[in-house]
């Protein structure tokens, strides 16, 4: 069986490539020891790599967490970028299921995120930054469909958006407890989300 490291040392492979694999191999390495119990060694080992290799693309364990938390964010915020907008509902549905497919695929880094808040200004302002874009972002897209007459929210769009994170936080952590795939949940997160946002119910066949 291969790790994540493999192919680290592929000439083939550009510095950016090298990076990414790097990370994945780190996010294993956090998600099974901790923030606090990760170094630098364990990292290398994950990867397959010696120390000197991760000192090459970061300066320090907590660089590379930063970058981490930092490909999350733009993975979320890409989501929300990729979806149909042909009506509201398919919207809400795709960037729904989405985002929850990737909470569950991140969740492991994302508990670890949320530990390290706890006692850590700069990480809980990681954290925040990752959640608060994704949140602003849908803000904006309920505030939009009010103003078109589209969308009639039962709370402020601000207040929604937030609720509608916490659930799908909620759903994932089920999710991977149970080992089960994010289909029904999504199905049910986005029939709560059309209903509070007061978008009628135009779901894709």
Not at 17 to 36: I, P, V
Not at 60 to 84: C, G, H, P, T
Not at 105 to 128: F, K, N, S, T, W
Request: glycine share 6%.
């Amino acid at each position: 069986m291969s790790s994540p490291g493999d192919g680290l040392g592929d000439r083939a492979l550009g510095a950016r490539d090298k990076r990414e694999r790097l990370l994945d191999a780190a996010e294993e390495a956090f998600c099974r020891f901790g923030h606090a119990r990760t170094t630098v060694a364990e990292l290398a080992a994950a990867a397959g790599v010696t120390r000197p290799t991760v000192y090459a693309y970061f300066p320090s364990k907590d660089d590379v967490f930063r970058a981490l938390a930092d490909r999350v964010r733009d993975e979320f915020l890409r989501l929300q970028e990729d979806v149909d907008t042909s009506s509201p509902a398919r919207t809400a549905h795709e960037a729904v299921h989405a985002f929850l497919a990737a909470y569950t695929r991140h969740h492991g880094i994302l508990v670890v995120l949320a530990h390290q808040a706890l006692v850590d200004p700069a990480m809980r302002e990681l954290r925040e930054e990752i959640v608060a874009r994704v949140e602003r972002r849908n803000t904006r897209f309920l505030e939009r469909l009010v103003v078109e007459g589209r969308a009639d929210p039962a709370v402020p769009p601000a207040e929604l958006s937030r609720a509608i994170t916490g659930m799908v936080a909620r759903a994932a952590e089920l999710a991977v407890d149970i080992a089960e795939g994010t289909e029904r949940p999504g199905d049910g997160l986005v029939a709560l989300y059309l209903r509070m946002a007061g978008i009628d119910d135009d779901r894709p066949d």
